[in-house]
């Protein structure tokens, strides 16, 4: 997954860019002020959010995600690293063709995903 930042008041001109691929985060930026308070951003500690998609049913309140999850890239993405770079995000699909294939029920959902990143048809 790909995430584009870019300044409030400028978001057709990316500043930087974060991916995640498979537990391993890359942060791309040629200023280094920028690069540096990303990359602390995504720094492999957990965080903490109100999330109820990440919540088991009937619980409340908040929930820690665990560093290297997808789901923690995209919560430091949208929380920390906005906050501590003043950018904004966006984020940028990684699969540009194939897509969902309902006579492929056969396949879980996990595999499906994989299939597509990969490329493979």
């Not at 400028?10 to 537990?23: F, K, L, M, S």
């Not at 999850?69 to 540009?96: C, D, H, I, M, N």
């Amino acid at each position: 997954m790909r995430v584009a930042f870019h300044r409030p008041d400028e978001p057709d001109t990316v500043v930087a860019t974060a991916i995640w691929d498979d537990g391993a985060i890359t942060v791309d930026a040629e200023d280094d002020a920028i690069r540096h308070t990303l990359e602390h951003a995504f720094r492999p500690t957990p965080v903490v959010v109100d999330g109820a998609s990440l919540r088991r049913q009937g619980t409340h309140g908040e929930v820690i995600v665990q560093p290297g999850t997808l789901e923690w890239f995209r919560e430091v993405a949208k929380g920390r690293a906005t906050q501590e770079s003043g950018l904004s995000a966006r984020f940028v699909p990684g699969v540009t063709e194939g897509g969902y294939d309902p006579a492929a029920q056969y396949r879980t959902f996990g595999e499906s995903v994989e299939r597509l990143t990969d490329g493979a048809a």
